[in-house]
């Protein structure tokens, strides 16, 4: 993982509490996979959810369907080489806001993919836990949106099983462009309404309400360890020879004094650099890549603003760094959980 793009995870908002409540699995009568039938002006679709795979958006968005949140929105970006995105805008193209719940966990690598006929979560770049109703039904095979693009991928969370012509439809239909929507020319032109989202068939609510509670539970458990763990490090290391601790609470350990200037925080500078947790899991380093790293001081974690300025040009130090001044209770998709307190070995090459 770059640290470019952990320096844009490093801007986003956490998430608020109401997260974790979207942590269920919604479990279907006799193991079949949960359906929905979605009604459109153009005809029928027929979901079926992966929730096994996907058990936070499948409930997700079954709670928007029992909710007819859905009812009058519409398709509201058709792009007929990509895919089709709706549920988040009515007929006068003004965005839907009563009714949203909280963000959702982004399930991205559960094994499904973008492929043609499937539905999968929309949410805003650069902040992959950041769907709430928008979803879009993927038109061709999108492999793209099954990497990493930044920080995370989107999650598929189901395909349809009936209605894929229906799909066509409105994957074909005449668009143009719209200055509430300023996406270019991909909003309908007759506006195609999703008259209403029904679920085909019972489900056992009761089982999937005790799931939240326990994914809620251990959610909550791993948040608690994960931050007492940090803190017990810190205790322990703080106690060593050669490290001090700022007022802050950032630690360092002077490897090799430097012989150059020391930077101010709106200095750019470069920097080679290796990232690890405390369990010594390595999760980015400049050395592997063989490139080092220029970007401005002021534009990274809080650790690394504050640490970099204790250095000289030509030194190198051991950076100890508390959630806090790192990536919070947020964390990095796909590279540091929440809660992590941090470790870099930082060798300050120049000062640009």
């Given at each position: 993982?770059?640290l470019?793009r952990?320096n844009s995870?490093r801007?986003l908002?956490?998430?608020s509490a109401?997260?974790?409540?979207?942590?269920?699995c919604?479990?279907p009568?006799?193991?079949?996979?949960p359906?929905?039938?979605?009604k459109?002006?153009?005809?029928?679709i027929?979901?079926?959810?992966?929730e096994s795979?996907?058990?936070?958006s499948?409930?997700n968005?079954i709670?928007?369907a029992?909710?007819?949140?859905y009812?009058?929105?519409?398709?509201h970006?058709?792009m007929?080489?990509?895919?089709?995105?709706?549920?988040g805008?009515?007929?006068?193209?003004?965005k839907k806001?009563?009714?949203?719940?909280p963000?959702?966990k982004?399930?991205?690598?559960?094994?499904?993919?973008n492929?043609?006929?499937?539905?999968?979560?929309?949410?805003?770049?650069?902040?992959?836990?950041?769907?709430?109703?928008?979803?879009?039904?993927n038109?061709?095979?999108?492999a793209?949106?099954?990497?990493?693009?930044d920080?995370?991928?989107y999650a598929?969370?189901?395909?349809?099983?009936?209605g894929?012509?229906v799909v066509?439809?409105?994957?074909?239909t005449?668009t143009?462009?719209?200055a509430?929507?300023?996406?270019?020319?991909?909003?309908p032109a007759?506006?195609?309404?999703?008259?209403s989202?029904t679920v085909v068939?019972?489900y056992?609510?009761t089982?999937?309400e005790s799931?939240?509670?326990?994914?809620?539970e251990?959610?909550?458990?791993?948040?608690?360890?994960?931050a007492?763990?940090?803190k017990a490090?810190?205790a322990?290391?703080g106690?060593k020879?050669?490290?001090n601790?700022?007022?802050?609470?950032?630690?360092?350990?002077?490897?090799?004094?430097?012989d150059?200037?020391s930077?101010k925080a709106?200095d750019r500078?470069t920097?080679?650099?290796?990232?690890?947790?405390?369990?010594?899991t390595?999760f980015?380093?400049s050395?592997?890549?063989n490139?080092?790293?220029?970007?401005?001081l002021?534009g990274v974690?809080?650790?690394?603003?504050e640490g970099l300025?204790?250095?000289?040009?030509?030194g190198?130090s051991?950076?100890?760094?508390?959630?806090e001044?790192?990536?919070?209770?947020?964390g990095?998709?796909?590279a540091?959980p929440?809660?992590?307190?941090?470790?870099?070995?930082?060798?300050?090459?120049k000062i640009?």
């Open positions: 993982m770059s470019n952990l995870i801007t908002d956490s998430l109401g997260v974790l409540l979207a942590l269920a919604a479990l009568l006799h193991g079949a996979n359906q929905l039938l979605m459109t002006t153009l005809g029928d027929t979901l079926e959810l992966e795979k996907a058990p936070i499948t409930l968005f709670r928007y029992q909710g007819q949140f009812d009058g929105t519409i398709f970006r058709v007929p080489d990509f895919m089709i995105q709706g549920g805008f009515d007929k006068n193209i003004d806001s009563t009714g949203l719940l963000p959702i982004n399930e991205w690598r559960n094994g499904l993919k492929v043609r006929g499937s539905i999968a979560m929309a949410r805003l770049g650069r902040q992959p836990d950041s769907a709430t109703a928008q979803f879009f039904i038109v061709v095979d999108n793209g949106l099954d990497q990493p693009r920080g995370a991928g598929v969370f189901g395909k349809v099983v009936k894929l012509e066509d439809k409105i994957r074909n005449k143009e462009t719209n509430k929507y300023p996406g270019g020319k991909v909003v007759t506006p195609v309404v999703i008259e989202v068939g019972e056992d609510l089982t999937l799931k939240v509670k326990k994914l809620e251990d959610a909550n458990m791993a948040i608690e360890n994960a007492a763990a940090g490090y810190l322990t290391n106690k020879e050669g490290v601790t700022t007022s802050t609470g950032l630690q360092y350990r002077v490897i090799t004094e430097g150059g200037a930077p709106t500078v920097v080679h650099y290796s990232g690890k947790l405390i369990d010594g390595e980015d380093s050395y592997k890549r490139s080092p790293a220029t970007f401005p002021n974690i809080p650790g690394w603003t300025q204790l250095m000289k040009v030509g190198k051991e950076l100890v760094i508390p959630s001044l790192g990536y919070g209770a947020r990095a998709p796909g540091i929440p809660h992590s307190t941090l470790i870099f070995e930082v060798e300050l090459i640009n």
